[in-house]
């Protein structure tokens, strides 16, 4: 469930043109990942008892919801597009750092408290639609599952679609899917060998490291708009040892944020959020441990 949300600014990177790639690859690897994975328990689930007539519920839940994420994506990168360029672009991809933040830290601590019992979770939900009887009950969970995903995609993708070559997003998204898919195929062939606590946990930690970038992202954003007038001294430059125009620089700031100037607003709030946000994290984790 590795959430990355990376926004290419042209005007900086060398090879902008491969970072788009990278960048879609990465947000469709992420999402499709953890959506193919939930749907692999499902299908594994009917396949242990027997119900492998419902399979095509599972996928007609699959595809509703992917075409309707392709369509509603179509329509906000439309809408979008027609003000590339102007301050409405910058307002817009500076909100959607915040917005990519707070969605990341909320599938955090939701995957901490779902990992432990999520296939079993799930396997009551199933359950319980069997029972219901009703055709559309499962397809539904389906559906919501990958739907979700599908918004989330939407969301990561608004900060890099106003700069991207559209043929390298569809590119990179290709790539990330079949890699999500593949990955989530091993996950439906091992079944109950898959340890998704441990899963869950590595990339808890990882979503943390990320959302604090995106929010020190956001505050670069809306310091240059103007709307964050306090602390905006630069605290140090490591332009000379560490550029972002490099590769290694690029990825550091795709991935958690690096700055080679940054603000002393952007590190008051990176290291606030990693504090705050790992003990809660780690006082979740004591406490289940306690009640063992």
Not at 190 to 199: E, M, P, V, W
Request: hydrophobic share 55%.
């Amino acid at each position: 469930m590795l959430t990355i949300s990376v926004v290419i600014r042209t005007e900086q990177l060398p090879n902008p043109e491969g970072d788009h790639l990278l960048a879609s690859f990465l947000i469709f690897f992420r999402e499709s990942l953890e959506a193919s994975m939930i749907c692999s328990i499902m299908l594994a689930y009917l396949k242990q008892i027997g119900r492998h007539d419902r399979f095509k519920d599972v996928w007609i839940g699959i595809g509703v919801a992917i075409a309707t994420a392709f369509v509603g994506g179509w329509i906000v990168f439309t809408t979008l597009r027609n003000y590339d360029g102007s301050n409405l672009q910058n307002e817009i991809e500076g909100a959607t750092y915040f917005i990519a933040a707070a969605v990341l830290t909320y599938m955090t601590f939701w995957m901490k408290k779902q990992s432990r019992n999520l296939k079993a979770h799930l396997h009551a939900k199933m359950q319980v639609a069997l029972t219901s009887g009703s055709i559309f009950a499962i397809a539904f969970i389906a559906f919501l599952t990958v739907g979700r995903e599908g918004l989330e995609t939407v969301v990561f993708m608004i900060a890099i679609a106003f700069h991207a070559n559209p043929l390298l997003l569809a590119m990179g998204a290709g790539l990330g899917i079949a890699a999500g898919l593949s990955l989530s195929y091993f996950i439906y062939i091992l079944g109950r060998r898959i340890q998704l606590k441990s899963f869950f946990a590595i990339m808890g930690a990882l979503l943390m490291l990320f959302a604090a970038g995106l929010l020190a992202d956001g505050v670069e954003a809306f310091q240059q708009l103007g709307w964050l007038p306090i602390g905006q001294q630069k605290l140090w430059s490591t332009a000379t040892v560490l550029s972002e125009n490099s590769t290694l620089g690029d990825i550091l700031h795709s991935f958690f944020g690096y700055s080679e100037s940054p603000t002393s607003l952007q590190i008051a709030l990176y290291i606030l959020y990693v504090s705050v946000a790992l003990w809660f994290f780690l006082k979740t984790a004591q406490r289940k441990h306690l009640l063992k």
